[in-house]
C-alpha cells in the first residue's frame, strides 16, 4: 500500500514544549514538503527538500526546523518560537525531476496539532 | 505577495448545478496549474491539471478553463452532487519551484 503516512492524526502539546511531527513515504518520491494550513489562508510551505541531507526554508520557516536524513522520512519539529503554532500540518511529496518538468505533489492526511 | 488569487472564498451550489471556481495569477513563467479537492479533516488530493498549451481540459464532471491572455483558470463542475461538498485549492508552479496555492474555496452542495 503504497502512499504518505503522517502520524499522529491528532498532538496535544503544552505551551514552550518542542514537538516533531512524522511524515514517511513510500512512493520512492525525491521531494518532499511541509505545509501548515489555516483557515482561510490555504496552505503555506514551511521547509522543502529536494534530495537527501539538503532542505529549503519556505515562506513561513521560523520556529520550526526539519531533517532529511533518509529519502523516505522528513520530520518536521515545531520549536517553542514558533509564536502560533496550532494548526494543521500537512506533508507532501513529489518525484523531482530537475529543473525541466513539474510533477504533481501528493499529501498525507494531515496532523492537527493544538498547543494548550 | 499573493501571486495567485482564488473566488470566491464560499460558494453554495444546488444538487444538478455547476459550480465555478475561478483563480487569477500573476506570474507568466507559471506552466502548470493544478487543482486539489480536500475533504474535512484530510489533506489534498490533485483532483484534475492543466498546463498553458491547452484552453480546456475535462475528465468526467471536472473541467479546467484556461485563459492565457487573461492569466485566468477555473474549475467548472457539472452536475454537481452532494458529495463534491469540500474545498478547493487551485495552484501554480514554474519549473521545479515550488507550488503557490490559492486561499481555497469551501463548496457546498444542497440537495
Known amino acids: 500500500d503504497g502512499g504518505i503516512t503522517q502520524s499522529p492524526k491528532y498532538l496535544f502539546r503544552k505551551e514552550g514544549q518542542n514537538v516533531t511531527l512524522s511524515c514517511e513515504q513510500n512512493?520512492?518520491?525525491?521531494?518532499m514538503y511541509w505545509y501548515r494550513q489555516d483557515p482561510g489562508q490555504g496552505l503555506r510551505l514551511i521547509y522543502y527538500?529536494?534530495?537527501?541531507?539538503?532542505?529549503q526554508k519556505g515562506d513561513i520557516a521560523e520556529g520550526y526546523s526539519v531533517s532529511r536524513e533518509k529519502k523516505e522520512s522528513f520530520p518536521l519539529t515545531v520549536t517553542s518560537a514558533q509564536k502560533n503554532p496550532t494548526a494543521f500540518y500537512l506533508c507532501?511529496?513529489?518525484?523531482?525531476?530537475?529543473?525541466?518538468?513539474?510533477?504533481?505533489?501528493?499529501f498525507g492526511p494531515g496532523t492537527r496539532l493544538t498547543v494548550l | 505577495q499573493q501571486q495567485v488569487k482564488q473566488s470566491p472564498q464560499s460558494l453554495i451550489v444546488q444538487k444538478g448545478g455547476i459550480s465555478i471556481i475561478n483563480c487569477a495569477y500573476e506570474?507568466?513563467?507559471?506552466?502548470?496549474f493544478p487543482w486539489y479537492q480536500q475533504f474535512p479533516g484530510k489533506g489534498p488530493a490533485l483532483l484534475i491539471a492543466?498546463?498553458?498549451?491547452?484552453s480546456e481540459k475535462k475528465e468526467g464532471r471536472f473541467t479546467i478553463s484556461f485563459n492565457k491572455s487573461a492569466k485566468q483558470f477555473s474549475l467548472h463542475i457539472m452536475d454537481s452532487q452532494p458529495g463534491d461538498s469540500a474545498t478547493y485549492f487551485c495552484?501554480?508552479?514554474?519549473?521545479?519551484?515550488?507550488?503557490?496555492f490559492g486561499t481555497g474555496t469551501r463548496l457546498t452542495i444542497i440537495p
Open positions: 512512493l520512492n518520491h525525491d521531494a
Open positions: 507532501a511529496s513529489s518525484i523531482d525531476r530537475g529543473s525541466l518538468t513539474t510533477d504533481t505533489q501528493y
Open positions: 506570474n507568466t513563467a507559471f506552466d502548470y
Open positions: 527538500s529536494q534530495i537527501v541531507n539538503d532542505f
Open positions: 495552484a501554480a508552479i514554474f519549473g521545479n519551484e515550488k507550488l503557490t
Open positions: 492543466i498546463r498553458p498549451d491547452v
